[in-house]
């Protein structure tokens, strides 16, 4: 269970897919969602992030079919085009409504939006410095994101592939300007995912290490909304003023949602 693609397409490869497709088959390959969400946010402390036209003009900029089909050989459960929260995670919830402020790639909209923001055809925009935990993919997604900006939007990507424990430190004290990331529900609710975009979390003083909320974003009215749907008794109701609260998020763009994750399994039949 858990496998990364290059050991699944290697047994699902040239010679060994009889094993699957035999009657009875040897082996039986089971996807199946996880509540689990992998990411990019922006570093709101940045001057250049803390416009909204260009945090969404990156988000219209990224390929995230081109991520699933050339980087993870479409192992991933759906791509990034909804919300922060998988779809169909919870029976009852409004992930429909919500994956109508998501964004997906436009690169005409992209453009406009960081020319509106004053950086036409990237002109004057910074170098962007990227923290990612290097193992596994997330080389290889940050040299296509890199990619897809630099045809796009003619912004550099300067990526800096760090330890896990480095880029969880970076991440706290927002020692960079974009950072990847994922999140696992914790517990069965939408609050295990919304709690990391709670701005009462932030610290006031910029220099101390925020510890949950990395991107430091702010937003009354989503904060009054997580606060409803954290104390109300009804699910409802509970569920009604998260979605409320994600729509919020979303359109307010700290993230960028790449894919949702899935887990494959292998079994001996």
């Known amino acids: 269970e858990g496998l990364p693609p290059s050991k699944v397409s290697k047994m699902l490869g040239e010679g060994k897919i009889e094993d699957f497709n035999g009657t009875p088959p040897k082996f039986i390959l089971v996807r199946k969602p996880l509540l689990a969400t992998q990411y990019y946010y922006f570093n709101l402390l940045k ?23 050339n980087i993870l050989n479409y192992q991933a459960f759906k791509k990034g085009d909804g919300g922060f929260i998988p779809p169909t995670s919870f029976n009852g919830y409004k992930s429909k409504i919500v994956g109508k402020s998501g964004y997906d790639f436009n690169p005409k909209k992209a453009k406009l939006l960081l020319r509106q923001a004053g950086y036409p055809d990237g002109k004057d925009f910074p170098e962007i410095h990227v923290k990612y935990n290097t193992g596994t993919i997330h080389t290889e997604v940050a040299k296509e994101i890199a990619k897809q900006l630099k045809e796009t939007l003619n912004i550099t990507l300067i990526l800096e592939g760090v330890s896990f424990e ?13 950072f990847r990331s994922s999140w696992f529900a914790e517990y069965n609710s939408p609050e295990s995912f919304l709690m990391n975009a709670y701005g009462k979390t932030v610290p006031n ?65």
Request: proline fraction near 3%.
């Open 47 to 69: 001057p250049e992030f803390q416009d909204i036209r260009v945090r969404k003009a990156f988000n219209y900029a990224i390929d995230r079919d081109a991520i699933i089909s």
């Open 166 to 178: 480095e880029k969880l430190k970076d991440q706290r004290y927002a020692e960079g300007d974009l």
């Open 205 to 269: 003083d910029s220099s101390q290490p925020s510890m949950t909320n990395y991107s430091r974003y702010q937003n009354e009215k989503f904060d009054a909304l997580f606060e409803q749907g954290k104390t109300s008794s009804e699910i409802v109701e509970r569920y009604n003023s998260f979605a409320e609260a994600e729509t919020i998020l979303m359109e307010d763009s700290p993230f960028i949602i790449l894919w949702y994750e899935e887990t494959i399994k292998i079994i001996y039949s």
